[in-house]
Every structure is written in structure tokens, then in C-alpha cells.
């Protein structure tokens, strides 16, 4: 019970590493809000993770959503002990490839989403929380043909340290989870073939040194980590969980 009586807002928990790290918290003691923009898998949502979760919709692009969102959490909760800044969108993006609608999608879910929700939620975090932002592997390999996410990620990794010597007075830690090849959802919305998706996976798997693609709960393990006071020394650092492929 690692984060017995904590309170804990995941964006993104509705599917993939979100759902799985709100799934993991609970069951340390956590009571967890995820947000969604999706409201048709809400009740799943919402069943799976029984009493001692909220399920919320909203945008993390929208400065208005995530203030309603804000304002919930405290409602039910109080106060808030973590925020996972999960939510984010990738995508392939050769330059030549990069339009408006790809570039303002792409920064905008990933890097305007983490400070909206961290100024959303900032009057309400207890002294001593834990903030943990997404960022990815591909952020320090440059070769993996998905450059403008990488540079989405970059910026992510930048403000993990520029956040956590920013609220030191209030002993808030920043820290950062770099995913690498994921088994998640995420790659089936880019709207490919299941025949393209089975490809790139298999692809996926032979690039990484330990011979598989990560599963979500590689991550919500080393969320619970960072959330929990265990690394309470893990200041403003990014915890790579990529099977080594960015590190071999």
C-alpha cells in the first residue's frame, strides 16, 4: 500500500498506460481521477476501477476543461498528492509530411496539455507531491522517423526540470517516465491496416534489445516509483523504460 490514502489525477487513464497505472494505484491504496475524451468507454472505465475512482472528460488542450477538472478532483478529493501528465498523441512525421493540423496536434496534446493541466491543478497540490510527466525514448535517439513527436518529448523533458527547481519551496517533484516501444493502444489509432499495425510491431520488437515491445504496466510500475515516497530523492530526472533500445 505505496500510496495508501494518497489522492491522484492521471490524464489519458481511460485506455492504455493511463488505465493501467490507475488500475496499479488503486490498488496501492490511491484514490485516482483519469480524464478521457472519449465518454463511450466511460463506463467501462468506471466498472473496472470500482468506488475509489472518478472518470472525467475532458481536454487537456482546454485551459477551461482542465480548471472544471481541477475543481472536481478537489471537490471529491481535497487536494492532490500525484499528477501523471500521461496524456499524449504520436505520430510518423517525415518534415516534408508535417502539416498545420499534424504539428498543432502534435504539441499541442503533448506539451500544452502537461502545463494547462499542471497550472489547472497547481493551487491544489499538497506540499511534498509528486508531478511525473510522459515523454518517450524517441527523444534521444533522432532516428526513428517521428521527429516532430520527439521534439513534443524533448520539450516535456526540459520542463520536468525546469518545474521541479521552480517549486522547490513547496517540495513538488518533477520527474519524467520514458516509454519506449509500447504494446498499447495507441499505435492502432493511427488509422493503418491491422495488417501495417502486426508489421510495425513486429518491427518494433526486433529493434529493442530485450527482444519485445513494453507492456502498459512496465510503466505504471515505474509511475508508482515516482508517485510513491520511495523516491522521494528523484528530483527533476527522467526514468528511461525502454527495453534499452535507447541506451544500447
Request: proline fraction near 2%.
Amino acid at each position: 500500500m505505496r500510496l495508501n490514502n494518497k489522492s491522484v489525477l492521471i490524464t489519458g487513464g481511460t485506455s492504455g498506460i493511463g488505465l493501467a497505472t490507475a488500475r496499479l494505484f488503486i490498488s496501492e491504496g490511491a484514490r485516482v481521477a483519469v480524464t478521457g475524451r472519449n465518454d463511450s468507454v466511460f463506463d467501462r472505465v468506471r466498472t473496472e476501477l470500482g468506488e475509489n475512482a472518478l472518470t472525467l472528460k475532458g481536454d487537456v488542450r482546454s485551459i477551461g476543461d482542465m480548471r472544471a477538472i481541477a475543481a472536481e478532483v478537489k471537490k471529491s478529493f481535497g487536494g492532490l498528492d500525484v499528477v501523471f501528465a500521461n496524456a499524449g498523441r504520436a505520430f510518423p512525421s517525415a518534415i516534408n509530411e508535417i502539416d498545420e493540423d499534424l504539428y498543432d496536434d502534435i504539441m499541442d496534446i503533448n506539451v500544452k496539455g502537461a502545463v494547462f493541466t499542471l497550472q489547472a491543478v497547481l493551487p491544489d497540490l499538497r506540499e511534498g507531491a509528486s508531478v511525473i510527466l510522459n515523454t518517450s525514448f524517441v527523444a534521444q535517439t533522432g532516428r526513428h522517423g517521428i521527429s516532430l513527436t520527439a521534439a513534443a518529448k524533448a520539450a516535456l523533458r526540459s520542463l520536468a526540470r525546469s518545474w521541479s527547481y521552480e517549486f522547490l519551496d513547496r517540495k513538488i517533484r518533477v520527474n519524467a517516465i520514458a516509454p519506449g516501444a509500447m504494446d498499447t493502444p495507441l499505435i492502432s489509432k493511427w488509422g493503418m491496416s491491422e495488417e501495417w499495425v502486426r508489421d510495425r510491431k513486429a518491427e518494433f520488437a526486433k529493434a529493442v534489445p530485450v527482444g519485445h515491445m513494453g507492456k502498459a504496466e512496465d510503466i505504471a510500475y515505474a509511475a508508482l516509483y515516482l508517485a510513491s515516497d520511495e523516491s522521494s530523492y528523484v528530483v527533476g530526472t527522467e526514468l528511461v523504460v525502454d527495453g534499452g533500445a535507447s541506451q544500447l
